[in-house]
């Protein structure tokens, strides 16, 4: 469970405070999200709120000349979107959960504006080092995400084979 979930619902003073942590310690920030094509090692220390300061202590430790942070700001669009996509799943499957996701996706409109994710990283031999932290909503957003995405695999996928002689 992410140390912030339980207590905070908008991390931009956290993204403040990183922003002057890591000035402080003299490392540069770069813009920039940690993609998936690199060997990645997540930070894992979920009990500790502040752990995100010893990562950059150990980024700075280990030489880094840089940290990459980026950050997830709910936007308008994207909960229109997610509620558009869950009510025509809603409207494809008839099913009976789709409510409750519509509900969930509708309430999401109280974070529009909101940051929900932070990551810092920064690499070190091959490796790209990883904190993240995210929000309660910022993860139920991506697990509605993930389910109307999956549906959607499901939708294509069977017309696919239907199509088939």
């Not at 908008?10 to 990183?18: F, I, Q, T």
């Not at 709120?49 to 280990?62: G, I, L, M, Q, R």
């Not at 030489?63 to 996509?85: C, N, P, Q, R």
């Not at 309430?107 to 529009?112: A, E, G």
Request: charged share 25%.
């Amino acid at each position: 469970m992410n140390p912030f979930s339980m207590h905070v619902d908008n991390l931009a003073s956290v993204k403040d405070d990183m922003v002057a942590f890591i000035a402080g310690h003299g490392i540069r920030r770069v813009p920039a999200h940690a993609g998936d094509d690199l060997p990645v090692i997540y930070w894992e220390d979920e009990n500790n709120p502040d752990s995100w300061k010893d990562f950059v202590e150990t980024a700075k430790a280990a030489g880094a000349a840089f940290i990459t942070m980026s950050d997830m700001v709910l936007e308008k669009e994207d909960v229109e979107l997610l509620i558009e996509e869950v009510q025509e799943e809603d409207y494809e499957i008839q099913a009976t959960t789709g409510a409750s996701e519509l509900d969930e996706a509708q309430s999401l409109v109280t974070h529009i504006g909101k940051v929900g994710h932070l990551q810092l990283g920064f690499p070190h031999q091959g490796f790209m080092f990883v904190f993240e932290t995210s929000t309660e909503w910022y993860e139920r957003y991506q697990q509605l995400l993930e389910s109307v995405g999956d549906l959607s695999n499901i939708v294509f996928e069977d017309e696919d084979e239907d199509d088939q002689p």
